[in-house]
T-cell receptor, first 116, second 115 residues
C-alpha cells in the first residue's frame, strides 16, 4: 500500500514570497491533516479535512495560510506571503476516520520550508 | 495543550529493552494513550495505543497502570534504528463515523540507542 506522498521535499524562498505544498493521501482515506513542525517542537495541527470539508482550522493563520482539498483526495497548502517564522516542516497525514475505518493517522515525509 | 509529561531524553544499549515512561495524570475515562515516534527527517510513525489493558504488537508493548495515570512503552530488543523521538499522546478515539480528533504532540522523549 502506498503511503502519504508530499512534494516538494524541500523549498527555500525569501520572505514575502508565496509557496504551495501538495499532499496525496493514502487511497480511500477520508480524513486529511496538515501539521506544522517547528525545529525542536512536536507537530501542531493547522487544518483537518474530512472528505472535502474543513473539520478544524482553528490554528491556521488565515491571513496568510490557505488550504483546499478539491474532490476529497489531494490537498494543497499555500502560504502567501511567507514570513521568517514560517520556516518549518509541513507534514501531511491521513486516516480512514470518516469512512468507517480506524482513525490511526499515517504521515508523509514532510516538506521542509526555509524562509530567508 | 499536550496532556502528557515525558523525560526529555533517554539512552539505551542496543539489544536491551527500552522502557519509555509517560505521565498523564489528568487522563479522562474515554481517552486512549497513543504512542508515535519520529525518526530523523521522517514523519511521525504510529506505534501502538491502548485504553486500560496492556497491549502488544509487532513493534512494542504498552503497559498502562491500573489508575491510568501513567504508562510505559517497551521496545523489547532495541536496535540502532529505534533511535527517534517518541511521543506519548492522550486522545479520544471515536468508533463511529464522526470525524477524528487531532493529535496534540508534546516535546516527546529523544531516545538514543547506543551500540
Amino acid at each position: 500500500e502506498a503511503g502519504v506522498a508530499q512534494s516538494p521535499r524541500y523549498k527555500i524562498i525569501e520572505k514575502r514570497q508565496s509557496v504551495a505544498f501538495w499532499c496525496n493521501p493514502i487511497s480511500g482515506h477520508a480524513t486529511l491533516y496538515w501539521y506544522q513542525q517547528i525545529l525542536g517542537q512536536g507537530p501542531k495541527l493547522l487544518i483537518q479535512f474530512q472528505n472535502n470539508g474543513v473539520v478544524d482550522d482553528s490554528q491556521l493563520p488565515k491571513d496568510r495560510f490557505s488550504a483546499e482539498r478539491l474532490k476529497g483526495v489531494d490537498s494543497t497548502l499555500k502560504i502567501q506571503p511567507a514570513k521568517l517564522e514560517d520556516s518549518a516542516v509541513y507534514l501531511c497525514a491521513s486516516s480512514q476516520a470518516g469512512s468507517g475505518g480506524s482513525d490511526t493517522q499515517y504521515f508523509g515525509p514532510g516538506t521542509r520550508l526555509t524562509v530567508l | 495543550d499536550a496532556k502528557t509529561t515525558q523525560p526529555t531524553s533517554m539512552d539505551c544499549a542496543e539489544g536491551r529493552a527500552a522502557n519509555l515512561p509517560c505521565n498523564h495524570s489528568t487522563i479522562s475515562g474515554n481517552e486512549y494513550v497513543y504512542w508515535y515516534r519520529q525518526i530523523h527527517s521522517q514523519g511521525p510513525q504510529y506505534i501502538i495505543h491502548g485504553l486500560k489493558n496492556n497491549e502488544t504488537n509487532e513493534m512494542a508493548s504498552l503497559i498502562i497502570t491500573e489508575d491510568r495515570k501513567s504508562s510505559t512503552l517497551i521496545l523489547p530488543h532495541a536496535t540502532l534504528r529505534d533511535t527517534a523521538v517518541y511521543y506519548c499522546i492522550v486522545r479520544v478515539t471515536p468508533r463511529i463515523i464522526q470525524g477524528a480528533q487531532k493529535l496534540v504532540f508534546g516535546q516527546g522523549t529523544r531516545l538514543t540507542i547506543n551500540p
